[in-house]
């Protein structure tokens, strides 16, 4: 989350306080700080991801490190608003809450994490995020973890971040590295769950009884404007690589209907309908051969479907945290605005992916900054 000057001014006073508040409290109950070596068995852990849909996708890859050296531990999970439509994609937790933006729903939700007596709490936010850390530190586990380079002392174990532009999923690795859980980044991938049967009713629709024969590539429209590549560009594109062998198939958020329907209808392609639910977002992009996207949540649950993805993103994207992640990808950006990218670039791109997937070599994923 991106505060303000004003914002990260009271933010940092925030946490000076409640740092000034532990040590008053150390000096007249003379207690420790907890460490991992001191809580004792681990039983139930909660994690805090109150961002973005992507940012939920992404952290999969940690849930499953988790799991696996916690394999009985009561794991859950604190959700916001923006990223609450996610929570049926994410495998390997027990509980999920949804963090309200109402003040009696914030301390009916608080109370309630304490009823659970917390062994362990990690908040996972890699930027400061004053409701997080409130979360983080009222839940009242006995170990709170999470990113703190100033060392203010709001968790038992602060973690510093990264020094150096990191992708987000090996990132948040450093969070559980305290709990002696180690995970190697090439090892770990995102992975979303929903029911098979959705899948199976969008090949129904899409009439695909044999896809060995035609590459199907899902090309997303949705996205605030700012970021979007025009209409003219995308209707370019799919005439270009539409053919007996490519088959083009549109989606978008609800929001997006009309636009939708008179961009099939110009392109002459298939689209699915727009769904409120995610879990059938999801079942539409695992019939996909490539997705090509702007920078949103899709181009994240793609890579954890584990398709070759095609994104268009802003220029400040472009230091590889928010790079689709464990897939071979094209990332490109330009200097001055999504609808900037050279037409010619993506086009390339594409090209070289759905080459790729006839080929027996991995093709290489890159990111291109173009002006």
Known sequence: MALSTFDRGVWRSTKRLYSLARRVRFAFTRTQRA????????????????????DAIISTAFFKALRDHFPNAQIDIVLGRKNAAAASLLPHLDGVFIARKNLIEQARLIRQLRERNYDVVIDMLTGDSMTAAAYAVLAGARLKIGFDDDGTGLYDVPVP??????????????????????????????????????????????????????????INLSVDPIRYWTDENFIR?????????????????????????????????????????????????????????????????????????????ASYAANGQWYPFGVTYRALHCATRVADIPYDEVLAAVRELLAGLDSAQPVPSTDKVVS
């Open 35 to 54: 460490t991992p070596e001191t809580i004792g068995q681990v039983d139930r852990i909660l994690l805090i991801r109150t961002d973005k849909i992507g």
């Open 237 to 313: 594109l799919i005439g270009d690589i539409k053919s007996p062998s490519v088959r083009v198939v549109l989606v978008s958020a609800p929001w997006d209907l009309a636009r939708l329907e008179a961009m099939a209808k110009t392109a002459e392609v298939d689209w699915l309908p727009p769904s409120n639910d995610i879990a059938e977002t999801a079942a539409a992009l695992s019939c996909a051969d490539l997705v090509i996207s702007p920078d949103t949540s899709i181009v994240h649950i793609a890579a954890a479907l584990n398709k070759p993805v095609v994104t268009l993103m």
């Open 161 to 218: 971040r990264a020094r150096e532009p990191e992708h987000q999923a090996v990132q948040m690795l450093r969070l559980i590295a305290p709990l002696q859980v180690s995970a190697r980044p090439e090892d770990i991938r995102p992975i979303v769950v929903f029911p098979k049967a959705l899948a199976d009713r969008i090949r129904e629709r899409l009439a695909q009884p044999d896809q060995g024969k035609q590459k199907v590539v899902i």
